[in-house]
């Protein structure tokens, strides 16, 4: 089945700064990546996605990038703010299961003001 | 106006109890999943239901059986209630097809058992 690695597992970086997390997967099958936002004791919330026919896709301060040769893909935080704290999770997906999603591990990302 | 609902918010029960999860939306989803968050924040997909048909099952012990009366509604019930089921367990929806992956979560059931 499919293997989903995130790293870092905890960021820290000053308000203004960009953040970077990475995450590869095993199953060269996967062509949905969807990052996740959950803040303390909230639900995950959905972000941003990239489809395996995209290379890059951006929304305002958030860019998500794929690599489908090295079977790796990031997301970009740019110009952080202390409401971007939270955990972020990366997942992946196959168009033909269902919507099952194999998650990563989780960044616990902290921006300070 | 909540688009993904869950009861109870919280759980607390003894070991060897039974207790069932409830969860709606009112999104008009078709697609509705359970999801276990441990305490390592670690997110797994236990079940999916597409028109209250099952099409994901994971490797889940038997003790926990899902129903979907309607495509807007998926329950969880869980027997013999054991320490290593303390979690959140969290609900979410989606419309089949290309948005399968566009999930909405409820708020979570933080179920504790002593």
């Known amino acids: 089945g499919e293997n989903v690695e995130q790293h870092p597992s905890t960021l820290s970086v000053q308000e203004g700064d960009s953040a970077v997390i990475k995450c590869t997967y095993s199953?060269?099958?996967?062509?949905?990546f969807p990052w996740y936002k959950q803040e303390l004791g909230k639900r995950p919330q959905l972000i941003i996605d990239i489809r395996s026919n995209v290379g890059e896709k951006k929304d305002q301060r958030i860019a998500v990038t794929l690599n489908k040769t090295a079977k790796h893909f990031s997301l970009h935080i740019t110009e952080t703010q202390p409401e971007d704290s939270a955990v972020y999770f990366c997942a992946a997906g196959r168009s033909t299961s269902y919507g099952k999603l194999t998650f990563g591990q989780g960044t616990i990302l902290t921006v300070h003001p | 106006d909540t688009a993904v609902s869950q009861t109870p918010k919280y759980l607390v029960t003894q070991m060897g109890n039974d207790k069932s999860i409830k969860c709606e939306q009112n999104?008009?989803?078709?697609?509705m999943y359970w999801y276990k968050q441990d305490s390592k924040k670690f997110l797994k997909i236990m079940f999916s239901?597409?028109?209250?048909?099952?099409?994901i099952n994971e490797t889940v012990p038997n003790r926990f059986s899902p129903k979907s009366p309607d495509k807007a509604h998926l329950n969880l019930h869980i027997n013999s209630l054991e320490l290593g089921d303390s979690a959140v367990y969290f609900c979410a929806s989606s419309l089949a097809g290309g948005t399968y992956y566009e999930q909405y979560f409820g708020p979570g059931t933080r179920l504790t058992v002593t």
């Open positions: 199953d060269s099958a996967s062509n949905y």
């Open positions: 999104l008009g989803h078709d697609t």
């Open positions: 239901y597409n028109n209250k048909e099952l099409i």
